[in-house]
């Protein structure tokens, strides 16, 4: 069964953080509980060893001194078994024994018991005198609710004496409140123990999984280097798991340079296969005839067309160029002050404003064509003035060309991105240098906008994101 991701936008480091969260939950609580039931059974297993310890001295003082007639019956009622230790003696101490007799149906007949037992009704139910008798010197044990409230664990053993028919019963009870209270207090200490824990462990492996991912981290700075030009491949360095990684991405860079070196190559062959047969029409229509006329105006037509496929083509393969930085201001300069000379008769001026540092990311080839015919174009209609002004934002590096001529309607400026639209045939151009600049913006995933300018005139903006 194909696997589906069900959150394909959750981040590695996330997905990483959550699964260590929910094992470590998982195994911090289950150990957590499954220690404190392991402390719980040892102190109730070291209760009931002192139990039985209990009943092996009570039967050793029983069996000592003539302690039973020959039927069977103990020889002084008056008799303190066990009367050294002071925890019998004290009325419910929460320590027990009694000595239970019993008729042939295993009730019980009498007991001799503790003075701490008191009044109280000897701590065994049937059903544990039965099991005792079955496995007579075998001890059985069993809660019961005892003396003053207390909930007691019981121990009691069936012993057999030569002279008499029913065996006696040896009951030893203990209150196991404090032991049961000191597994809770334990409980609670090792949740709080785990809990913190899991804290410090988790932050650990915030810590780990951030640093394991370091590797990626690099990996996209330097892809982010290569695409801004500052890098020409990724960096050396790298864990090997995954150096393969990036020396298939160094691979797939390299390709791709090449790609785009042999698609110029073959645009430039085309260029020259191409314009060489135009050419030869052009030239051979010289003449009056109307033949001659329609091989003319056809022959511009095509070498207008082939001009704009093939410098499209051309802008195509930079655009696709990983790497690629342009300086923006020295470019600028350097068509202001040649526009400055070719208008000066003109008189007009076209000075730069803004960020001196911004950076075009493409090649330099591609930005003079689009700011050159800009500004250009704002040459030929501005009156006096031409401002071209450079803002290089944190998310985008955006250049105005403003002028201060009759500027265009929304109509006007609608059907002046169209391609091979001139506004006025008096002008001199092909009327691609709009569509050109406009094609060329959306190769660098940019946009031309043409709006009325604060000069008056019109306002041509070219906006290029920087991710």
């Not at 696997?3 to 981040?11: A, K, L, N, Y």
């Not at 196991?176 to 200490?189: E, H, K, Y």
Request: some cysteine.
């Amino acid at each position: 069964m194909r696997f589906i991701d069900r959150w394909p936008g959750v981040s590695l480091a996330r997905r990483m953080m959550l699964a260590a969260a929910l094992w470590g939950l998982v195994v911090l609580i289950g150990g957590a509980l499954a220690l404190s039931a392991l402390y719980r059974a040892q102190t109730l297993s070291l209760l009931e060893e002192d139990l039985e310890q209990t009943l092996v001295t009570l039967t050793r003082e029983m069996t000592q001194g003539g302690a039973f007639l020959e039927d069977g019956r103990v020889t002084d009622a008056e008799r303190e078994f066990l009367s050294h230790d002071a925890r019998f003696q004290t009325q419910y101490s929460g320590q027990y024994w009694a000595v239970v007799g019993l008729t042939p149906d295993f009730a019980i007949q009498g007991d001799l018991r503790s003075k701490s037992l008191w009044d109280e009704p000897v701590p065994v139910t049937p059903e544990q005198i039965r099991r005792a008798v079955a496995e007579p010197g075998m001890a059985q044990f069993a809660d019961f609710d005892g003396p003053d409230e207390q909930r007691v664990r019981v121990a009691a053993k069936a012993i057999i004496l030569e002279n008499r028919d029913t065996p006696l019963v040896l009951v030893a009870a203990a209150d196991r409140t404090p032991n049961d209270a000191a597994a809770t207090r334990f409980r609670g200490m090792l949740l709080g123990t785990m809990i913190a824990l899991f804290g410090g462990v988790f932050a650990a492996m915030v810590a780990g999984i951030r640093f394991s991912l370091q590797p990626l981290k690099r990996i996209e700075r330097d892809i982010a280097d290569i695409r801004a030009g500052t890098r020409q491949t990724l960096r050396e360095g790298y864990p090997i798991e995954v150096r393969p990684l990036t020396e298939e991405l160094n691979k797939l860079i390299g390709h791709n340079r090449d790609v785009v070196e042999r698609a110029r190559t073959h645009v430039g062959n085309l260029a020259h296969a191409l314009k060489t047969p135009i050419a030869v029409l052009r030239n051979e229509a010289k003449g009056d005839a109307q033949l001659d006329d329609v091989v003319r105006r056809q022959t511009e037509s095509m070498h207008a067309n082939v001009e704009h496929y093939l410098k499209r083509a051309r802008m195509a393969a930079r655009a696709e160029t990983l790497g690629a930085r342009t300086d923006v201001a020295p470019v600028v300069e350097a068509l202001a002050r040649l526009l400055n000379r070719l208008f000066d008769a003109k008189g007009i001026n076209v000075s730069v404003v803004g960020d001196t540092g911004a950076m075009f990311r493409g090649e330099k080839q591609d930005f003079e064509e689009m700011i050159g015919n800009l500004m250009d174009n704002a040459c030929k209609w501005a009156k006096a003035d031409v401002l071209v002004r450079i803002s290089d934002a944190a998310q985008e590096l955006v250049i105005d060309v403003e002028d201060d001529g009759p500027g265009l309607s929304p109509v006007e400026r609608e059907g002046a991105l169209k391609r091979g639209v001139r506004l006025d045939e008096t002008i001199p151009g092909t009327g691609l240098g709009l569509s050109i600049v406009t094609e060329l913006a959306e190769l660098h995933k940019g946009r031309l906008e043409l709006d009325k300018s604060a000069q008056g005139g019109l306002r041509a903006r070219l906006r290029f994101p920087k991710s």
